[in-house]
């Protein structure tokens, strides 16, 4: 239905604007969590110190509330080039650059983070799981596989 209505190029329709919303957000979450573990905890990339699941949980809350701040005006105007009308149609948006142009000379500047608090309401507590899981993961296999390999 896609490749009839919009062409073979449809499939890949809001590519663009989603992965500079991921790619984005993943750098500042990843950058942010070891951070703040270096930060907080004293925990360097490395160093063979497994942080106990509470600790890795606020750094990955932080993290998972920093990176929605910093990408939010991605995932806006992710959203509304994807749910804008299809080529033939009216598109109020002809693009990424355009989007934000519009967005904030129509709204004002904050109209780009739109939909922040739900956001920061479901991947804070989420980061903080999936990090506590994670580098407890990751510290078991520091431990039991590279401090006993080979230089």
């Known amino acids: 239905m896609i490749i009839r209505e919009e062409g073979l190029l449809g499939l890949w329709a809001g590519a663009s604007p989603t992965v500079m919303r991921n790619g984005t957000n993943q750098a500042v979450m990843f950058t942010s969590k070891n951070t703040f573990d270096v930060v907080l905890w004293k ?7 497994i942080l106990q699941p509470w600790q890795s949980m606020v750094s990955g809350f932080l993290a998972g509330t920093v990176s929605p701040i910093f990408t ?6 992710k959203t509304r080039l994807m749910a804008q009308s299809r080529p033939g149609g009216d598109m109020k948006y002809k ?8 967005i904030s000379a129509e709204e004002g500047i904050l109209a780009l983070w739109k939909g922040l608090l739900p956001r920061l309401m479901r991947i804070p507590p989420g980061q903080a799981i999936m990090w506590a899981v994670a580098d407890q993961i990751i510290g078991f296999y520091e431990k039991t596989h590279l401090q006993n390999a080979p230089l």
């Open 95 to 102: 693009g990424m650059v355009h989007a934000i142009r519009t």
């Open 43 to 49: 925990k360097h990339e490395g160093d063979g110190k």
């Open 72 to 77: 939010g005006s991605f995932d806006t105007v």
